[in-house]
């Protein structure tokens, strides 16, 4: 089935501001709260959100085969586990019913007023129920950089890293939206120099620039997914912010991996933006040497062209851009990330989300996380304000950008913004 | 309230075996499917499970403050939601009605009909949708024993183990209640004195022996359950087996920690015995040396006596007891786990899972996992069958018992059990 929803010279009856991140050709996917607290599945077109559940109440998802409530709901999961040939055909008829060309909904001023709303007049909700959460470590750059500081400068990768999209488990509970904020988290550390270790607030808070990616049910347990198919796994992507605690890491990692300086949050982008809608911007990835084993050989294109920006926003100051990277620097693409995740016969759940891991370019002011940025603290950003950081101060907003763009169209996905608050106080 | 379900001088009036696991002072909680596919919550006397759902739809509850559906779900997390106030009373409640001097159901035999069944006619369904899972390693000798064959035998011990009840996020989608079995994994290995990996099976597939805890929702995000709140959050325990691939965990782990070497596969008994039918176990755990920091600190009995056993049987022979533990070696009890897992405002959701880490106790005989038991393989195990194991064989089943044990009553946990089949092969 053609993606007839990517044609570039389709333009919609909704306004879309030009350099807006939604226009007719992105589509994605998300769950709002409208003012009258209804929680809906929705798209956004420019700044309109649309809600799906009344378009599905009025017909105009007739021919497509969905259960009835299909939008109705307060997840994605659902509708994810239909599967992509599900996913194309609603995102083509969303692209048909806001086409210029198509008066049905635009002549239709009653229909209109239920479905169409301003994006500020609704509140983003996590568009799935996330079951498992895996974050990679798949940004070579990103990997060196901490060996470099961490390890032994001249050997600076681990040995398994040129052979495994390494990855972990994170944690699903404390995976928030953009707009909710974050306190800094208390914890243990070791100060330097000391053997016994202090409980408080974290010192060294630090953002990771990182994308995710949200898959569909896609095996029972034992059973691999092969890397050349587990593109059709992958219903699209987010902007994902890896908040962490540096020094409560530094304490803890050790032999098990982090989980306090990574556990107290995670931030995404409230939209999934499809692999459909992304697939003009398919692009070749690092080359791959040595190369990997049989079961994550691929041929192809299977990175994606994905500016990335990173902006600190003080309290009482306008914002400074502190990093610019690109998703198609990821050493290790997502269909081999998803592939060795199931090498082992590991179940892969609809709503699943797994983390790129810190995507760092190849320059100094393309690196993912302030503990690169300012290499640990050395080198402190200067801010617009005349302010300098090393890591994260309370009060701060984080906010992360992402859009693909060529000669006729741009794909974004919005942000993912949060604020750091100070440590949680009781009542 | 009183917790009067624990009376030891209570008989039931159903037939109780000696030597059961389940007298009426247990009352455990657990999710059944019965000949009829019917999916209910249900708890267990003896060798007869027992229909929750139904005894509420015949009015047994009245008086508690209880839902419609409460038992009539496939899952006890709204259940275990409500609160340790509404769990006793419902246990209590359970042991009122199964009392040897109460005829109202007893005499009833319409309703006994519909309410009770055999075990062996039942199917047991995970107790609990686990939306997080993470595994500790609390275990003093289970750490020294790892520390000294993989790092240093003079400095077994990592320098935070005695300040941190270190622990890492597991896998919820590969949990699976007893009697499943569970395939032996592929995976990435680095063969001796080999620089280049390879793909294939498994060579060490290994058991860990474990119990886990519930947890109900207890915080919101950003804040933290001291420890001295931490024991009434924790809704009960059941056995677990962390099913471990030493090979696959030996070339992956650094520096992130365990992934597939686990996530294949972790198996837990099904029936949740509740911290009320413990209580009368609670005992002193192992002194802690240094002290821990204050967050950390508890005064008091915080540590259960609880006997446990693992038996490897293969397929054509009797089974073979290969270790008996005891719960109550842990160095870090499940209160300060908790309240570490929070200290930095993580949110723990009902039904959670934390696992123990594996239980090792201070003889050679009482090591959790066969890697312990056969010291890296160098020492196998000879089992009654004249074979021997260094890890386990496929279509071995291994089965872990768990009980505590007095002079008046013994509460236990039945079994989880699970066979290792061949690597997984698509039809």
Redesign the interface.
């Known amino acids: 089935m053609a993606i007839t929803a990517n044609d570039p010279h389709r333009k919609s009856w909704l306004d879309v501001p030009s350099e807006s991140d939604f226009p007719i050709q992105n589509i994605p996917f998300g769950v709002f709260l409208t003012k009258e607290h209804v929680v809906t599945i929705g798209t956004r077109i420019g700044d309109y959100a649309i809600d799906l559940g009344a378009l599905q109440q009025l017909d105009y998802f007739e021919g497509i085969e969905l259960t009835d409530d299909m939008f109705m709901q307060d997840t994605l999961n659902d509708f994810i586990s239909d599967g992509h040939k599900t996913w194309r055909q609603v995102r083509n008829r969303i692209a048909d019913i806001f086409d210029a060309e198509n008066p049905k909904l635009r002549d239709n001023k009653e229909h209109r007023e239920v479905v169409i709303f301003n994006v500020s007049d609704v509140e983003m909700q996590l568009p799935v129920l996330i ?2 959460y895996t974050d990679f ?1 798949s940004s070579r750059e990103h990997a060196t950089n901490v060996g470099k500081m961490f390890r032994d400068p001249e050997n600076a990768l ?3 890293w040129l ?2 999209p ?9 995976i ?1 939206p953009s707009g909710i904020p ?2 800094r ?4 550390t ?1 100060p330097n120099g000391e ?5 408080g607030p ?1 010192r060294l808070v630090d953002f990771e620039l990182e994308t995710g990616f949200i898959t569909t049910d896609a095996n029972i ?4 997914i092969p890397v050349h198919e587990a593109e059709e796994h992958i219903f699209g992507m987010v902007l994902l912010n890896d908040w962490s ?1 540096r020094d ?1 890491q530094k ?10 300086a990574k ?3 995670t931030s995404i982008s409230p939209w999934i933006v499809t692999m459909d809608a992304l697939e003009p911007f398919r692009t070749k990835g690092p080359k791959q040497n ?1 190369m990997p ?3 994550l050989q691929q041929k192809g294109k299977h990175a994606f062209d994905i500016c990335l920006e990173v902006s600190i926003k003080p309290e009482k100051a306008e914002e400074t851009i502190v990093s610019k990277s690109n998703f198609k620097y990821m050493y290790w693409s997502m269909s081999q990330q998803l592939a ?2 199931t ?7 609809s709503g ?1 989300l797994m983390g790129s891991g810190t995507i760092s370019g190849p320059t100094e002011d393309s690196f993912g996380s302030m503990l690169e940025l300012t290499w640990g603290g050395k080198n402190p950003i200067k801010m617009n304000d005349g302010s300098e950081r090393k890591f994260i101060n309370d009060n701060d907003t984080v906010i992360m950008r992402g859009y693909c763009k060529n000669a006729e169209v741009r794909i974004g996905f919005g942000e993912v913004s949060s604020k750091l ?1 100070p440590p ?1 106080a ?1 009542n």
């Open positions: 079951g498992d470590y681990l040995p398994n052979h495994i390494v990855g972990y488990h994170g944690r699903s509970s404390t928030v974050v306190h988290p208390m914890g243990q070791l053997t016994t270790p202090v409980f974290s347990m034992g059973e691999n605690a409560i304490w803890e990692y050790v032999p098990l991996g982090p989980f306090l556990n107290f949050a040595p084993l049989p079961y060795h995740h090498s082992n016969g590991c179940r892969v759940n699943d608050l949680f009781r």
